[in-house]
């Protein structure tokens, strides 16, 4: 029975999901909790004190609300689902962040909703505020510049710029990473709460900073207008235009904001001033322009005011913790200076180790290097000695041969000139044999028209004997006592005494001359023969100088002598060539 009383007291529970910026969390919440109990549950999970700006968020058809922090969870519109979803984001926003946000926490989850609403495009951001926002960014996530570590392309996986200012421009990522780098190297020895805090200090100045907008009509009219709710006050824009404001009403000039059913009216606080008024058709829209407008207000006045106890004491342990922080930072910064120095000096000396040693072992190659040298120079030497010795024998050979040479040149100048003189008596004699040649022709000739003019004296005596034989017959006949002679016998024994006459006298003569003719042949044969055996004699001598000359390795050079001046075969034996037509006609 016990067990089962204990287990009705046992109080009904159910699921929360909660979502901040950079975490998820779980949550079994009792039935009977409040949004104050939630909240508050979560913010000491996180460890979060600046409460004020937060709310836990959640979905509501087509649009979005607050958790109440004084009704259960349970009696809100919240989804049904399990476990239930919210989002813990920051509810109001800060006039200026430097002063009024005290956290590291409370700065850090600032910085991420900022962040992703720029990068979503909820707050408009020119190109150029971009790059600097994503450089501080950068700082935030990764710390100080390295480029021995941040090489190019460490940037690729992150998501830096809005979309809008990636289109606007014809640029590659790594244009763009190259551009935010440039910046991010500036931003040396900032810690992350700082470079966050720089980010948000750039941020709040922007014209959709902490604005939300709602969707309004203006009375009578009807004209669709944009009421936005931040920090400052109330807003209103045109539809087309979220940057500049058609009216504004400061906190300070509101006096009163009243509404009733779909209607707020807003009551400047002076009265000559005329009040304004607008619509908004959905109920839930107006409850949460409603809660905004409060909670702003308050805060508005709030910051007018002496901080109370509680945000004193947050403020002096901000400013402990960060006077600390600042020591810890500067003893850090000159340990790794030292560490810096230390590894710098470290490298220094290595390398300075690593140069000794390349110089030792350079030392060591030289030594080794010289050695061989040494003994390749000794080598030389002994061979070059040699070698001396050897030239100088070569020399003492060369000027004994050059001796002789000088000495066969001097040789060969005198039979160059003998040769020379040789050739001058062998032209000589060439042209003499041609003369003569032509004497024996002319001789030749002549002879030929003397045997002619004998012929024809033979003929005209044979004719004048034959004459004188016809005369002289019968006397002949009677004063010569031979025997007579019977018969027909006696006149052919006269012919016969006349051409045996005849014949006796015509073969002396000719065997006369043709003796006469033979001697002078063969002496013009004997003198040729003699003449070609010399000039043969002198072509030999002339070819063998000329062998002995390219013998002697060019130190001296002889001029080619001209051959012997050619006599042409048919002057050269043109009498015998007559002597031999003359005996073919003979």
């Known amino acids: 029975m016990s067990i089962l009383g204990l287990k009705k007291k046992q109080a009904k529970t159910f699921k929360v999901k909660v979502?901040?910026?950079?975490?998820?969390?779980e949550f079994s919440c009792e039935v009977k909790w409040k949004g104050k109990d939630l909240f508050d549950l979560v913010c000491r999970t996180i460890g979060l004190r600046e409460t004020w700006f937060f709310g836990l968020r959640y979905t509501v058809k087509d649009t979005y609300a607050w958790l109440k922090p004084d009704k259960r969870v349970l009696d809100q519109e919240v989804p049904k689902d399990s476990p239930i979803t919210f989002h813990f984001l920051a509810k109001f926003f800060p006039e200026k962040v430097e002063d009024e946000l005290v956290q590291e926490i409370t700065q850090h989850l600032f910085f991420l909703q900022v962040k992703k609403q720029i990068l979503d495009e909820e707050i408009f951001c020119s190109p150029e505020a971009s790059v600097l926002l994503a450089s501080y960014a950068v700082q935030a996530k990764y710390g100080d510049y390295d480029p021995n570590f941040h090489k190019p392309g460490f940037l690729a996986q992150d998501e830096l710029l809005p979309k809008r200012v990636l289109m606007q421009y014809q640029m590659t990522p790594d244009m763009w990473e190259e551009k935010i780098t440039a910046w991010y190297a500036e931003h040396r020895n900032i810690t992350r709460d700082e470079a966050e805090m720089e980010y948000l200090k750039i941020a709040q100045d922007l014209e959709m900073y902490g604005v939300s907008y709602f969707s309004i009509t203006q009375n009578k009219r009807d004209t669709e207008l944009l009421l936005g709710v931040d920090a400052q006050g109330l807003h209103i824009y045109s539809p087309s235009n979220k940057l500049s404001p058609n009216k504004s009403f400061p906190w300070s000039g509101i006096r009163n904001i009243s509404y009733s059913e779909k209607e707020f009216t807003i009551k400047p606080l002076d009265k000559k001033k005329e009040v304004f008024k607008f619509y908004s058709s959905q109920l839930r829209v107006n409850k949460l322009i409603l809660q905004l407008c409060i909670g702003n207000h308050d805060l508005f006045m709030r910051r007018r005011k002496v901080d109370s106890i509680e945000v004193q004491q947050m403020k002096a342990q901000a400013k402990e913790e960060k006077a600390r922080k600042k020591v810890e930072r500067q003893i850090l910064a000159r340990e790794k200076q030292m560490r810096e120095e230390a590894e710098r000096a470290k490298e220094e000396m290595e390398h300075r180790l690593f140069q000794l040693q390349d110089e030792a072992r350079m030392a060591n190659d030289a030594l080794l290097r010289s050695e061989e040298t040494a003994d390749l120079l000794a080598e030389k030497a002994q061979i070059a000695?040699?070698?001396?010795?050897?030239l100088a024998h070569k020399a003492a050979e060369a000027e004994q041969e050059r001796q002789r040479l000088e000495v066969t040149a001097l040789k060969t100048k005198e039979e160059k000139r003998l040769m020379e003189q040789k050739m001058r008596e062998a032209e000589q004699l060439a042209v003499k044999l041609v003369e003569q040649s032509e004497r024996r022709l002319k001789e030749a000739d002549h002879l030929k028209q003397d045997l002619n003019e004998a012929k024809d004296a033979e003929r005209r005596a044979k004719q004048k004997l034959l004459e004188i034989t016809k005369s002289t017959y019968p006397l002949i006949a009677a004063y010569?006592?031979?025997?007579?002679?019977?018969?027909?016998e006696s006149p052919d024994r006269t012919v016969d005494m006349a051409s045996s006459i005849r014949?006796?006298?015509?073969?002396?003569?000719?065997?006369?001359?043709?003796?006469?003719?033979e001697r002078e042949r063969l002496e013009y044969m004997e003198k040729s023969k003699h003449l070609q055996d010399q000039l043969k004699e002198l072509k030999s001598e002339i070819e063998s100088l000329k062998l002995e000359e390219q013998h002697q390795a060019g130190l001296y050079s002889l001029r080619s002598y001209a051959e012997p001046p050619y006599i042409p075969h048919s002057n050269r034996n043109s009498a015998y060539m007559a002597q031999m037509a003359f005996y073919e006609e003979v």
């Open 19 to 25: 979502s901040t910026m950079d975490a998820e969390m």
């Open 480 to 488: 010569s006592s031979p025997p007579p002679s019977t018969g027909p």
């Open 385 to 390: 000695e040699e070698e001396a010795k050897l």
């Open 503 to 517: 014949m006796d006298f015509k073969n002396s003569d000719m065997k006369r001359l043709s003796m006469e003719i």
